[in-house]
């Protein structure tokens, strides 16, 4: 089970730092992705990361801006969002399996889901 959190409204430029509380796999061990959904878009990949040790992987629309963490103590993940522009707008969701895969940007990669959390970036 996967439970994310920290989404908001924000401001261009601003940052925020959003949460997946994870049971059921561990962090340390498994791998956790990142995807997100803007209004009457596909969902799309942001970032995954496997088992530690293992560089995460980012999309380029977030490269350089984002960064995936994880506190293997609270068996959690973390995606740090820094100069948000509003085309970062979307729900984003957190995702798992228990093995890294090749095919890591695919949502049919992922067996868990958590439930979403709202970032809107407005001025």
């Known amino acids: 089970q996967l439970q994310a959190c920290g989404g908001g409204w924000v401001q261009p430029g601003d940052s925020l730092r959003l949460s997946c509380a994870v049971s059921?796999?561990?962090?340390?061990?498994?791998?956790v992705a990142w995807f997100r959904q803007a209004p009457g878009k596909e969902r799309e990949f942001v970032v995954a990361a496997g088992e530690r040790g293992r560089p995460p992987r980012y999309s380029n629309s977030v490269k350089g801006r984002f960064t995936f963490s994880r506190d293997n103590g609270k068996n959690t993940a973390y995606l740090q969002m820094n100069s948000l522009k509003p085309e970062d707008s979307a729900i984003y969701y957190c995702?798992?399996?228990?093995?890294?895969?090749?095919?890591?940007?695919?949502?049919?990669?992922?067996?868990?889901w958590g439930q979403g959390t709202l970032v809107t970036v407005s001025s």
């Open positions: 059921g796999l561990s962090v340390s061990t498994s791998a």
């Open positions: 995702a798992g399996r228990r093995l890294w895969i090749t095919t890591y940007t695919k949502n049919a990669s992922y067996d868990y």
